[in-house]
């Protein structure tokens, strides 16, 4: 082939789309033809993602490509990397799938991957390379001091490049030498990086004028000075140095799992399974009951924004210390629902943190579906909760659910370390020191400080969120990460919600499993939870029986729940608690004047002005039945309570007020995301599809001239079709499940009606995604501006 285009070009279909699936990022937008493909596939941003994708033996194999002189034959290729030649077929196979590497017989990395690799193996450029921007005057003085004469007549650049060369192709006089002190720095060159920065490089030197080992080695040509501040090792005396080796180790197949930990005294086969699924399920159950509970505490008293974003230190322990969890737990279970979009801000400046209406939703659902929200909230989240309290780089605290959390590589670096658990073999909990050594082995280029730390979060939050058990990842997790249905595997092993309780003469409640939602609601407005584990306890007292009539509700209503829900008998005490708060409740009755106090006992006022600890309430009798205050409302309420007593708020009219303030809810801003995503590794298989009858087309489009090829796909004649709305979109959705083509009328953003022959592809989010075959590109179309759609069939004939 004489290009890379031309390579392209004679790819069948099936290659073509096995290359767009593994760069899904060449076709956003898609390209108009194979040539402009081959362009974008070339350029830095584009090379750079390809690399990174690639593992190190097949990133070995194209580095080796990239240093063997052309032409480059499969037989060399495995001898340079000491690898088998089927291993080195399989490398080359994804190379070609990448479009990396092309040729049939003899082998071509593509262009700009040389840009991409600036110092492939760790190598540096050849002599004739590196020394090229050496003056003749200083070659010349090279030449001279290595084979003891100068050159004889006016020799030219090139060709005192050549001699240098010669010389540096055995370079063992000339390292022996220079010293042991310059060899040592040459070995700390030799398998790469091969530069270094010394101070005055360039400075005139010669062998019986050199003093400092990076002296002697300039003045030998065993380094080479870039600039004023850099030298190179030229790469026939790296491999010199190397012994000819290209790779110190470049294993074809990746580190083997071990498991963490003796295989001694563990339960084997379906025995271990079964405990790994209930150790996940376990807390996978808790983490859906904590968030629960946190985000009903927080409809209530929802936590202030800070002026820079993120949650306070002391809300963030406030609900540790709720969940009686550590903080770092805490903080994860903040992240999470934030990135389910069950939490938010509640507007720009003096926000709080509230639960969202989706969160009223998520209660909805059962145990099973609310945690797979969760689960996908935490894969696709672009936050890294392990950062919270820790201080970034200007020694400022990295607050949870602030900006400063943020790290774009999470949520590809916990698909892949779920995936390493996911390929290890069963019984065996793989620890996070192998974890990395195989993302380091399959993912090279995205190694470094931030992604080991990011492994042992990962599993750390894995296994509080219940995808792993004892370090195994569980089968509804593994369904999780395969885009199938994880609800049903996970629910056979949750609980099932329980409706009733045993309520006993201690005045305590015992739920014996995960309540019903609308009775664990009502449970803990009318009592509070004391304990909590396999059971939940709930403690009645005439506080939270008080504050369940604040509510609104009434002491029937209280009554009548737990006769209800009762597996025994209601005890007399908590009869007798329940009526004698409701019979006190409401005695008295708070108003504004600021406020006043009006019962239809005088007696009971007299009590209250003669109590020592009314004084600063500032009461004063207006009526035999009525007292005031100075105080506002809600202060009065609250001094009347420390005194013993339970007054309601009551309104002009005379009703009563609920004091309990309603559960608040925030909604989304609607300018963001909740949760920013990053671009996904993956493409759609319509969309490659579609892709590629676009390329082709725009290729022939190029060949035989645009207009002919719109020609070839004009719409019918006739004014464009029109249809209502509803069955436009039923129309559509029908032609992507046949894969037919069809006629649709468009209006552009200026109003302008167009007819169009559409391949639909995808409808979803407003939007019909198919390969536009009158303008031979993939398009999206707005659904509400379609007029109408009919099949290709029924258009009217030409």
Do not use: C
């Not at 030799?190 to 003093?211: E, F, N």
Request: charged share 25%.
């Amino acid at each position: 082939m004489e290009t890379y285009a031309d390579w392209l070009r004679a790819r069948g279909d099936d290659e073509l789309r096995a290359l767009l699936s593994a760069r899904p990022e060449l076709i956003a937008p898609v390209p108009a033809d194979l040539t402009a493909l081959a362009a974008r596939a070339a350029t830095p941003a584009a090379i750079s993602r390809a690399l990174d994708r690639l593992d190190r033996f097949a990133l070995a194999v194209l580095e080796a490509l990239l240093v063997l002189p052309p032409p480059v034959r499969p037989r060399a290729l495995a001898a340079a990397v000491e690898a088998t030649p089927g291993e080195v077929d399989a490398a080359l196979d994804t190379l070609r799938r990448y479009g990396l590497a092309w040729g049939n017989g003899s082998l071509t990395s593509a262009p700009g991957v040389r840009q991409g690799l600036p110092h492939p193996a760790g190598l540096g450029p050849r002599v004739r390379e590196v020394f090229a921007g050496y003056s003749t005057e200083r070659l010349t003085a090279l030449i001279t001091d290595l084979d003891g004469e100068e050159p004889r007549g006016f020799p030219d650049s090139a060709r005192l490049l050549d001699r240098l060369a010669d010389v540096l192709a055995e370079p063992a006089d000339l390292i022996a030498d220079a010293g042991a002190e310059a060899r040592a720095a040459l070995e700390q060159l030799a398998w790469g990086p091969p530069v270094g920065r010394v101070a005055d490089a360039r400075r005139p030197v010669r062998i019986d004028s050199a003093t400092t080992p990076i002296e002697r080695l300039l003045a030998r040509g065993l380094l080479a000075a870039e600039d004023d501040r850099t030298v190179t090792l030229p790469r026939e005396v790296a491999l010199h140095l190397r012994g000819g080796r290209l790779f110190r180790d470049v294993p074809a197949q990746p580190p083997p799992l071990a498991a963490d930990g003796p295989a001694a005294g563990r339960a084997a086969g379906s025995a271990r399974a079964d405990l790994v699924v209930r150790a996940g399920a376990g807390e996978a159950f808790t983490t859906v009951r904590l968030i629960e509970e946190l985000l009903e505490r927080w409809g209530l008293e929802p936590p202030p924004v800070l002026r820079s974003g993120g949650l306070a230190v002391r809300d963030l322990r406030a609900a540790a210390a709720l969940l009686d969890v550590e903080d770092w737990r805490a903080a994860l279970l903040v992240e999470v629902a934030y990135a389910a979009g069950l939490l938010t801000r509640s507007g720009d400046l003096d926000g709080e943190w509230l639960p969202t209406p989706a969160y009223d939703l998520w209660l909805m659902r059962d145990t099973a579906g609310r945690w797979v929200e969760l689960a996908h909230g935490w894969l696709k989240s672009d936050r890294a909760a392990g950062l919270a309290g820790e201080r970034d780089d200007r020694d400022r605290l990295i607050n949870a659910l602030s900006e400063a959390m943020v790290r774009g590589s999470a949520p590809a670096t916990r698909r892949a370390a779920l995936a390493v658990l996911a390929a290890a073999p069963a019984g065996a909990a793989v620890d996070a020191d192998h974890v990395r050594d195989r993302l380091s082995w399959r993912f090279p280029r995205r190694g470094g400080p931030l992604r080991d730390r990011l492994v042992g979060w990962t599993l750390r939050e894995a296994a509080t969120l219940g995808l792993t058990g004892f370090g195994e990842l569980t089968p509804y997790a593994r369904e999780l990460l395969e885009g199938g249905e994880a609800e049903p595997v996970l629910e056979k092993y949750l609980p099932e919600p329980v409706e009733e309780i045993l309520i006993q003469a201690d005045l305590t409640a015992i739920a014996p499993g995960p309540l019903v939602t609308e009775l664990a609601r009502e449970l803990a407005l009318a009592a509070d939870v004391e304990s909590t584990g396999g059971a939940t306890v709930y403690r009645f007292t005439p506080e939270s029986v008080r504050r369940a009539l604040d509510a609104g509700r009434t002491a029937a209503d209280v009554l009548g729940l737990l006769e209800r829900h009762s597996a025994t008998p209601l005890p007399q005490p908590l009869g007798y608690l329940i009526e004698d708060v409701a019979r006190r409740h409401g005695h008295l009755r708070v108003g504004a004047m600021a406020s006043y106090v009006r019962t239809d006992s005088p007696a009971t006022l007299d009590e209250i002005l003669a109590d020592r600890r009314a004084d600063p309430l500032r009461l004063h009798r207006l009526a035999p039945t009525v007292l005031a205050s100075g105080l506002q409302r809600a202060e009065l309420l609250d001094g009347l309570r420390s005194m013993g007593l339970a007054p309601v708020a009551e309104s002009p009219g005379g009703s009563v007020i609920v004091t309990r303030p309603d559960a608040q809810r925030a909604e989304p801003p609607p300018s963001t995301e909740i949760v920013r995503l990053r671009p996904d590794d993956s493409a759609d298989a319509s969309m490659v599809a579609a892709a590629v009858r676009a390329l082709r087309a725009g290729d022939e489009a190029s060949r035989h001239g645009a207009e002919q090829a719109r020609l070839r796909a004009d719409a019918p004649a006739g004014d464009p079709p029109r249809s209502p709305a509803m069955a436009t979109i039923e129309q559509l959705r029908a032609a992507v499940d046949r894969g037919g083509r069809v006629w649709i009328g468009y209006l552009d953003q200026q109003g302008q009606a167009s007819s169009r022959i559409v391949e639909p592809v995808r409808v979803e989010g407003g939007f019909l995604t198919g390969y536009d075959a009158t303008r031979a590109a993939v398009h999206r179309f707005a659904l509400h501006r379609i007029t109408g759609v009919s099949d290709l069939d029924d258009a009217p004939a030409d």
